[in-house]
């Protein structure tokens, strides 16, 4: 019996789920397995109704799990791929495929021993779920950061919106920022990432938080009236 790895892309922005294309270098191997394919949607739906009762005051971030089936089912593998840069958020990803957790068992046409998944998680904050503090300070956060585009050159503005990805450490410096959703301008992306570069100083967490926060930010550029 032969082994098969797939990646299996789930996207989560707050409860939101996305599935991802499987890369070109494995959609022949998945394809040629039979019932591997309807088996991938079987599990996306059980992921989803996982993720949909979960109930967490996530700071957010990205975290990439690999878990491994059995033939029987069960998980005997999970573990973090790629961290979200945040313990608190990493374990909480682990949490939604567990080892012991029993999933259906694989395709019994399908001639394989095990089933090795990667999934790219991505949790956003959810404002709802947060303390007061932390409430408080991510408020405090978007207003530093517009202040940083009406800070802006007028030559330098144009019009377009994008959405800015990043974790901020506990003592307030960006770590991490990368684009979440392109506006479809790459000078415009270019000019979001100089808004929240990695190394800007934001206030330091508030205490008693995750030691790393990770948010999600929209940023929109409008065209400045001439003579500012």
Avoid: W
Wanted: proline share 8%.
């Amino acid at each position: 019996m032969r082994r098969l790895s797939e990646v299996l892309g789930l996207v989560l922005s707050g409860l939101v789920v996305c599935l991802a294309g499987v890369p070109a270098a494995t959609a022949r191997d998945v394809t040629d397995v039979a019932g591997v394919p309807g088996y991938r949607q079987q599990l996306s739906r059980i992921l989803k109704a996982r993720i949909a009762s979960l109930r967490h005051s996530s700071p957010g971030g990205i975290v990439d799990l690999r878990f491994t089936v059995d033939r029987d089912g069960h998980v005997i593998r999970s573990e973090v791929a790629a961290t979200s840069g945040s313990e608190f958020t990493d374990r909480l990803a682990l949490g939604i495929v567990p080892v012991g957790l029993k999933l259906p068992p694989l395709p019994p046409r399908a001639p394989i021993a095990e089933l090795t998944v990667t999934v790219p998680v991505r949790l956003s904050s959810r404002e709802a779920a947060m303390s007061d503090a932390l409430r408080t300070y991510r408020a405090a956060v978007t207003q530093a950061l517009l202040q940083r585009v009406r800070n802006l050159p007028h030559q330098m503005l144009t019009g377009g919106m994008l959405h800015i990805r990043f974790t901020i450490g506990r003592d307030g410096v960006v770590t991490r920022s990368d684009i979440a959703r392109s506006s479809g301008d790459r000078a415009i992306d270019e000019l979001g990432l100089r808004i929240v570069p990695v190394g800007l100083r934001l206030p330091p967490l508030p205490p008693g938080q995750p030691t790393a926060l990770s948010l999600t930010q929209p940023l929109a550029f409008g065209l400045a009236p001439e003579g500012r």
